[in-house]
């Protein structure tokens, strides 16, 4: 029996079922907007054979005009009332870290130390074909491993998980300790020193920050984070099977669309005035909301370990 069939059955039925509503809703007043669109999705694929998003073909930019007149904001959200506590597990609200943790004050994943990798190092991640992955999601940071595919278009990406959902570490420790434990990698964690866990910028994502950026003005938006967080969830929802989420970020979805005139903006195909006259044809509130529904069912997947 495959493991992942029961991973939806700890999700509260009234938090699926507003989850699957927003979403819907979403889709369906894009839809008012699709026949404007000038980022038409590929072509059509049976939902077993899609594949992740692509970088899209690089457009000439077009000049910025001295003058906008582009001043809308979403003012709903302007006094922060989505702070990280709200997305925090009941479960571990006592929970009290040692000091070997990585973030204990809930800091960004800019302000985690780094370091270059050693040669061996890097030997060593590609020759077991996984590297060390560093998520912050839900007011937590922590390591997991993953195929180094959430980049490549043309492969899905195993994370060290198993039929209780994506497993965490919030300490380099942790995640040795875990790689003995979980996961087809288990022969080669003898290898794996704390000196070895040196994550590699493309490979931390920050999707309490992803939250934060969508409820600002998209003037404000990262790009750059933005396609990385979408990237990352849709990997998630692959590995997890989490029907509700892999449709609402498949080609054709509304968020799928706005991905696509985001990652032309963090490839500099097109300019930032551009842009904004696609962004505008979205509902951001409802984009926010669907957004917050993706981080709320992913969270009920991870498993946090000191």
Known sequence: MDPYLDRQEGIPDHVRQEAEWRLKELNAAYSQFQPVLNTAPPAAQAPAAQTPPTQPEPEQAEPEPEQTGYEDELDEYEDDEYADDEYEDDEYEDDEPGDAVLNPDDEPLSMLPQSPRAFDTDALWARASFEPVMIRLGGYTGLTLATPSIHDDDERVVFLSDDQGIHLARSVEGLISLAHEIGPWRELAPMITPEHVVVLPENMFDLSEAIENYANDSDGWDPWLLTAAYNLCYELALHLEI?????????????????????????????????????????????????????????DHMRWHP
Do not use: H, T
Request: charge should be negative.
């Open 243 to 299: 029907d509700e989420v892999e449709e609402a970020m498949a080609p054709g979805s509304a968020l799928y669309e706005l991905y696509v005139v985001v990652s032309r903006l963090a490839a500099g195909s097109v300019s930032r005035w551009s842009a904004r006259q696609s962004i505008a044809r979205f509902d951001l509130a409802d984009v926010f909301d669907a957004w917050c529904d993706i981080n709320d069912i992913l969270s």
